[in-house]
């Protein structure tokens, strides 16, 4: 069973499609309106709908109920009740394919990978992902360390991924930094790094899954620290040069394989 079948239940209430990162994506796809594009671990489906109202053609592909459930419906969308490892997609049926924050929820990232490069035929493939390679100091970790080692534990190095592409796919790879924005409107782990208030919700922390699937007593133990720093203006005095900032870069990329 999809993990989000568990931990994916108000997962629409916080995790809206952001516009910057459709628009993005869309420029490195290249691809003219009335395409047809796959999104491999659609979720609730934001960002397919987003990318529908654009003009194209897209199947939703996700394995959680839970999260097709919330979606809203739009005509050129259609979901697809299936895996990334195993695409319930003929060979060369769509024109490109996207992945927005899932690739480190494949059981088999190189099966994942064979079957993307399956279904699309001669399109680019957009992987949108963390590096925590590139990860620099950020004050959640000091309320929450444990994320550290989630992030280690689930993504996999850009290296590695960039490496197979190359080797078995036969494509050329392009990476690119994605700074973040201070106003996200999609909640996933980093976005509010410019709102701690925001990790003091409980049910935004349930939609991140480096929250919902960590020990409770370890993630209640950092919101407590965060609350009573918020309180005090500790938090202010130790971080709030993050205030003057305009975007962050904490290791968000965008790999394009071609």
């Not at 697809?80 to 990232?109: K, Q």
């Not at 993307?116 to 992902?129: E, L, P, S």
């Not at 959640?140 to 590695?160: A, G």
Request: hydrophobic share 45%; charged share 20%.
């Amino acid at each position: 069973m999809s993990i989000y079948n568990v931990i994916g239940k108000s997962y629409s209430q916080f995790r809206f499609p952001d516009r910057r990162i459709v628009d993005f994506i869309l420029s490195v796809l290249q691809l003219p309106p009335g395409s047809t594009i796959a999104d491999i671990g659609a979720g609730t489906g934001g960002y397919s709908r987003a990318i529908a109202e654009r003009g194209f053609l897209v199947y939703a592909v996700e394995p959680s109920e839970v999260m097709r459930s919330q979606a809203i419906p739009h005509a050129q969308m259609k979901w697809v009740d299936g895996c990334a490892e195993a695409i319930p997609l003929p060979d060369n049926s769509v024109d490109a394919a996207i992945c927005i924050l899932s690739l480190h929820h494949f059981t088999d990232l190189e099966a994942a990978l064979l079957e993307i490069h399956r279904v699309v035929r001669t399109g680019a493939t957009a992987f949108f992902t963390y590096d925590s390679q590139a990860r620099k100091d950020f004050w959640l970790d000091d309320y929450f360390p444990f994320l550290w080692e989630y992030d280690e534990d689930s993504f996999f190095p850009l290296e590695y991924i960039v490496s197979f592409i190359q080797t078995h796919l036969k494509k050329t790879v392009d990476i690119y930094r994605f700074p973040l924005p201070p106003d996200l409107t999609d909640l996933f782990l980093a976005a509010g790094w410019q709102q701690p208030k925001m990790y003091l919700n409980s049910e935004i922390r349930a939609s991140m899954s480096a929250f919902a699937l960590t020990d409770p007593q370890l993630v209640e133990t950092g919101v407590k620290q965060l609350e009573a720093d918020l309180a005090s203006g500790e938090w202010q005095i130790k971080y709030g040069k993050y205030l003057e900032f305009t975007e962050f870069d904490v290791g968000y990329r965008i790999i394009v394989a071609k």
